[in-house]
């Protein structure tokens, strides 16, 4: 199969890439920067003047649509949230516009979505017909699903993969909100119980990879490990897994809204999701437990 990626720099393109080289698949990029990489054709768009090279969907048969400024990466100033909108809105408009006009195109469009769409709803388990909320999160990874919707009636199969906090060493969670652990300061956020539905990068990847070759997948599917943990408890098997003390206070709520704003809504999430549906498609994960996850990650 060959395969079309936008965001393939990002953490899980960069992990989903890194997988189809291994297997020597032919990956193509699509990105607005001049990042390149050994064994992938790479080839330039911009969503704000509808300017695409067409040359990338030359005999593609997946695209893995994972365009989109990261959630966390920044507070949410107006300008912030506009970014956040158009990176995942208009990239999708301007795939479906341009293959709507091509005679020839992909089998399928597998597109990252995200856990966020659902209602906060404390222990309550949440699938994949869970009721969606109406903060900026929600409605935007709604909006973004309806606009892939729209490939299914131009003969495309969709398939989007709800992600939940996506464990990685290298970017993402790890990296940014558990960072101070590894100079063994290590603290619970706000009461500590919220649940915490998260992924190990691998399982990502391959669940990526997995809805690809599955035909018979289609709609959405939920990318979280079957045991989900509170936030307290993730935090301690971090601490664990870098042989650092967890011994401080939790940080108050009130301190993580006054530095991180509006966004400090994701960190009070507490999200239960169930991977049934995924499971039953007969994908396996190979990070169970988020004892394993963590050791392997910090391992490496």
């Known amino acids: 199969m060959k395969y079309l990626i936008t965001g393939g720099s990002g953490l899980i393109g960069s992990e989903i890439t890194k997988l189809l080289l291994k297997k020597n698949e032919d990956v193509n990029w699509l990105t607005s920067s001049k990042k390149n990489k050994i064994g992938v054709k790479s080839f330039n768009w911009n969503i704000y003047t509808n300017q695409i090279d067409e040359n990338c969907f030359q005999d593609v048969d997946v695209i893995i649509h994972l365009a989109g400024a990261g959630i966390a990466d920044k507070k949410w100033s107006a300008n912030r949230k506009k970014e956040l909108i158009d990176s995942r809105i208009k990239s999708t408009q301007l ?32 699938n994949e017909t869970s009721e969606i909320g109406n903060d900026f999160l929600a409605n935007l990874t709604n909006q973004w699903e309806n606009e892939v919707n729209k490939f299914e009636n131009i003969g495309i199969r969709v398939v989007k993969i709800r ?40 399982d990502m990847a391959n669940l990526f990879l997995f809805a690809a070759k599955n035909e018979k997948m289609q709609g959405v599917y939920n990318a979280v490990a079957p045991n989900p943990v509170t936030n307290y408890e993730m935090t301690k098997q971090i601490a664990k897994a870098l042989n650092r003390p967890f011994f401080l206070p939790n940080i108050p ?46 391992k490496k």
């Not at 509006?262 to 994908?283: D, H, L, P, R, Y």
């Open 95 to 126: 795939l479906f516009e341009t293959l709507n006009l091509r005679q020839n195109k992909p089998k399928s469009i597998i597109c990252a979505s995200a856990i966020g769409i659902y209602k906060n709803q404390n222990d309550d388990l949440l």
């Open 163 to 202: 992600t939940g906090i996506v464990l990685s060493k290298d970017a993402g969670y790890l990296k940014s909100v558990a960072a101070p652990a590894k100079y063994g300061l290590a603290a619970a956020l706000g009461n500590g119980k919220m649940i915490t539905s998260w992924i190990h990068i691998t």
């Open 253 to 298: 709520a009130f301190i993580l809204k006054l530095v991180f704003g509006e966004m400090a809504s994701v960190i009070f999430m507490s999200q239960n999701i169930t991977s049934k549906k995924t499971e039953e498609t007969g994908f396996k994960f190979e990070y169970l437990k988020i004892k394993d996850a963590l050791e392997d990650i910090y």
